[in-house]
Nanobody, 123 residues
């Protein structure tokens, strides 16, 4: 059974930091592009960050560039999202996802999704 399981969400004050993790199991994702998306209440799910299978190429939404860092540990089958200088507008459910397609920012290109982890940033 293919699974992506996120963890690390929580409540943090504005300016604080969180690190999200996503553990993959059920098959090898080592050659997949991995990404993070988020969905705030009443809004559509949106792209946050993505990383190539080798970790060489990374992609970020403008809203998080310079504050968030995506990384992966292939040996541990784990994807990370380090989030610094968090803002109230970062409040959302964060999802990790895996894709075999060459469209890192395209939600429709991702084949596997986790269940999400809630991030709440208070002002």
């Amino acid at each position: 059974q293919v699974q992506l399981v996120e963890s690390g969400g929580g409540l943090v004050q504005a300016g604080g930091s969180l690190r999200l993790s996503c553990v993959a199991s059920g098959r090898s994702f080592n050659r997949d592009r991995m990404g993070w998306f988020r969905q705030a209440p009443g809004k559509e799910r949106e792209f946050v960050a993505a990383i190539s299978w080798g970790g060489i190429n990374t992609y970020y939404a403008d809203a998080v560039k310079g504050r968030f860092t995506i990384s992966r540990d292939v040996a541990k089958s784990t994807l990370y999202l380090q989030m610094n200088n968090l803002k109230p507008e970062d409040t959302a459910v964060y999802y990790c996802a895996a894709s075999t397609k060459l469209a890192p920012r395209d939600l429709e290109a991702y084949d596997y999704w986790g269940q999400g982890t809630q991030v709440t940033v208070s002002s």
